[in-house]
C-alpha cells in the first residue's frame, strides 16, 4: 500500500516533530536494513520531507530524511534480489531505503509518485495504484501474471453453462452424441447379464426351474432348447459386442467433429478479437501467452469435449449404472464389492502423487542426454579441435548415469505399485467368489452360478472408473481454467473506441500537428511530456534522442496504436480521436526496425498494405526501394516463398521489400523507425539511396541513432525525457552546441567503421 | 594500475583493468556506496559487484560507477578480497552485502504444490520463511555443481548450497517437485 498507516510508535514520532497525519502524502514499510537483514522500517513521503524512520531498542528515530526542496528526482537501484529507493539531491543520488524484491512494486510506485509530486505538486493515488501485482483480488492467491485466472475462483458452472451455449449451434449433433454414450452404457450392462444366461440356462440348468426364454423363442428354436439357447445368447453376445464397436466409432467421429467445430469457432473469435485488440493490450500481455491460449487452451477445450463422451461421462455414469445393477441383483453382496473402493481411491492417489512424479525425473533426464548428444555430434568439429573428446565422453557417462538412476526409480516403484494394485482390484474379485459361492452353495437369495459370474464381470467395470474419478476434479479444474482464459480474451473490449461521428479521411496532405500531448504507458510514469509540434505537408522530419526518451512513442501515438492522456495529436487540421481508425493507418507507412515479414511470395508481402495492386506497381514499387535487382536474382523472382519472418532473404533485403511494401502503399505520411540500424553498411546504403526516393514530396518522420542518415532533414527534433529539448536543421543545432551537437561529436569520434558517408566519398573518388 | 591488452594509439578502449590495492585509498560515501581515490582521480559512489558470485564469491571483484543502463561503467577490478588492508576490505563486504541479498537456506521444513505454485517453508539465514514459487523449470536452477538457486515469485532467492547435505526426508521432499 502507498498509504499504509503507521504503527502507532512510529506514528507518535511523525506526531512529536510536528507533521500531522494529514501531512502524510506517502507512508509503506520497508523490510530490510541497508544491512540486509530483515526488520522493520518506514519510509513517510510528506510534502517538505522524504524520510526513512526506524525503531532502535524501542526508540524510534529518522534514519535518514532529505528535504523535499533539495530533492531533484526519485529512483530505484535495483541489485540482485533487492533493490533501493535514492533520491537525487546536489546532483547525487542518496539512499533512502532498501527493500527486499517483495516490496519491489510499493517502491517502483512511490518514486513514480515522488517525481510526480516534484513536477505537480501533488500526489494522485489510484485504485490501480494500490493494486497487488499478480494476486487474486478475490481471494489473494497467486497468479502467474496479473491476468491470470484464479483456479480457486472460478465459477465452474459458470464457464460450464457458457461452453454449453456455445454448443447450442450443434445442438443435434451433441445431444445425438449424449444419446449415444447413454445407449453405449446400456449395452455395457448387457454381456454380464447374457453369460448369466448361459450359466444358468445353458451350461447348468436345474430341470425344475422354468425357462426364463418366452414361449415363443422356445417354438422357434424348436426340440433341442438348450443347442439352440446356447446359439442365440452366444449370436447376442457377439451382436452386442459388434454394436458397441459400431457406437464406440460413432461417438469418437460426432464428438471430434463436434470438438473441432467448436474449437475452430474459437480460435476464429479469438483471433478476431485479439486483431482488433489495442497495442496497449500486447503491452500488459505476453504474445507467448497469447498464442497459449489460441493454440494450447482451444486444444484444451477440443480435449474436453471429446473426453467429455468418451471418458468424463463414461467414468460418471458407468459405476452408477453397474452399483444400481448390483444393488438389484444383491445388495448385501454389493456392499461387500465396496469394500476395496477406498484402497481402489487411495491408490490412485497415491500413484499420481508418489509415481507418477518419478516418470519427471525420468523425461528430464533423457532430454538432457538428448540435448547433449544433439549438441556435441553437431558441433563434433569444435571437439575434435580443441581435444576435448575425453571431457565430452566424462559428461556423457555423468548424464547417462542420472538416466539410469531415474529410470531405475521409476521401474522400481511401478513394478512394486502395479501389482499391489493389481491384487486391491482382484480383491474385490476374491471377495464375491468367497461370499458370493457361498451363497450358490447354501442356495441363499436364490443366487445362482450364473449371478456370480455377472458379478464379477461387472467389477472389472466398476473399479477401472472409479480410480479415475480421483483427479476428475484437477482435470475439470484445468480444463474451466482454460475456458475462462479464453472467455477472459473474447471479453476484452478494444481500447480504442472510434467516435459514432469519425470522419473520413480521403485525401490526406500529411499536416500533422501534436498539441500539448501527454502520455504515459503507465498513467503515473509519462513518457511524453507536453510535446508540441508542428509538421508541415512534405516535410522530412528526424527525431534523435538516447533510448527512453520517447522517440518511439511519438510514431506510436501518432499511428493511433495509443490514445494520449492529455493535449491532442491533429493529421491535416483533424484530431485523429475524430477519424476513423483505418484512415489514419491507412495514410500512414510503417518501416520499422525489424522488417516484419509474413510467410508467403515476395509479391504478396509487398502487396500486403494493397493486395490488389498489379504485379507491374509491385516491380515499380520494389524497383524504387532497390529491392527488385536481388528479387530477379532469385530463382523463383517475386514467385519466391519467404519462411516465417521472411526467412530466405538478408536483414537488408528484407527491409527493402519493406520499404517497397510502403512504397506501394502510397502513404502521406512515411514514419522510418530505425530503418536502416540493423543492416550492414554496404545493405544500409542501398536503403537510404531507395529513401530518398520514397521520401520525396511526403510528410516522413525518421527515427535514427545514426545521425548521419538524418543530416538531410528539413528539420530534426532532439528529444529527452520525454520532451522536445532542441529542434531545427542540422546546421541550426550544430550552431547551438546543445544536445544534437555533442551526440555528433561523440559519434564522430566513435565511429571507425565506414559510413555511408565514407562509401559514397570512395565511391566518388573512384569515379 | 595493470592492464592486459596495451591500448592502440588514439583508442580509448583501455582493455580489462586490473586494480592494485595499494593505490586505493577508500572512503565510505555519505550517500551511497563507498568513494574511491586512484591517484589524481576521485570516483563516487562505487559500488561493488563479483564476477564469479557462486563458484568464487572471494575473487574478482567489479568496481562499478553509476547505476542504470549506459551510464555504468568499470573503473577496475581487484582480484582478490584477500590483497586488501582490512578498513577497505570492510567497505567493499558492505558493498557487496547491499549488493547481493539472499537466503540461505538450512533446513526444509516443507514443500506443497498447490495450483502450479511451490510453497515452501524453510529455516534460512534471514530466519523463518515461507515463500511461493512458480512452478517451472528456470526458476530452480543449478547453482554450482550440487546446489540448486530458487526463485520466489517476487524473485527473492533461496540457495541450497549442497543438496547431498540435506537430510534425506528433506532431499525426498525436495526432488519429488524439483527433479531437474
Redesign the interface.
Known sequence: MLRQPLPPKFAAWLAEHNVRPEDVLLSTSND?S?????SERWVVVTRDAVMMLKETDGVVEAARSFPMSEIEAA?L?P????G?L?VK?RG????VA?F???R?IWFERIAAKINRFKETGAVIITEEDEKER?RCPTCG??L?SATDIC??CIKKHRVFGRLVRMMKPYWPWAAGTLALVFTGIGLDLIPPQLSRMLMDDVFVRDPNRPYLTPEWIRNIIGTNPVTMLFWVVFAGMAGVQVLRIGLNIIIARLSVTVGTKITFDLRHKLFARLSELSVKYYDRHQVGILMQRVSGDTEALHGFITQSTQGFLVNILLPVFIGATLLKMNAELTLYVLIPAPFVIVSTYYFWE?VY?RY??YW?SSSKMSAMLNSVLSGIRVVKAFSQEEHEIARFDKLSTNLQSARRRVDKATSTFYPIVGFIFGLGGLIVWFVGGRYVLEQRYGFTLGTLTAFTSYLGMFYGPLSNLTYISSWLTSFMTAAQRIFEVLDTEPEIEESDKAYHLHICRGEIEFKNVTFGYDRYNPVIRDVSVHIHPGEMIGIVG??GSGKTTFVNLLCRFYEVDQGGIFIDNINIKDLHKDDVRRNIGLVLQEPFLFRGTVRENIAYGRPDADIENVMRAAKAANAHDFIMRLPDGYDTKLGEYGSGLSGGERQRVSIARALLYDPAILILDEATSSVDTESEKQIQDALAVVTKDRTTIAIAHRLSTLRNSDRIIVMDDGRIIEIGTHAELMALEGTYYKLVKIQTQLTSEPTVERLQLEAAARK | METLESPKEGSTYKGLVFLDPKTLVMTESPLAGINITIGDATYEEVRASLALPISDPEKYISLRIGATKGEEQEIGMIRDLAELDEGQKQLIRRELRKRYFMHVIYKLISVKEKFGFLYFEAETSKGLQKFAVRYEYNRVQEYSEFGRVILDTDDNRYIIPDLRKLDPDEYKMFTRYIYW
Open positions: 530490510i541497508f544491512e540486509g537483514e530483515y529512483r537501484d541489485r540482485v534480489g533487492s533501493f535514492q539531491v547525487h543520488w542518496a539512499e532498501r527486499s524484491n517483495a519491489a499478480n492467491l497467486l502467474r483456479p480457486r508418489h512424479p519427471y525425473k528430464d538516447r533510448s
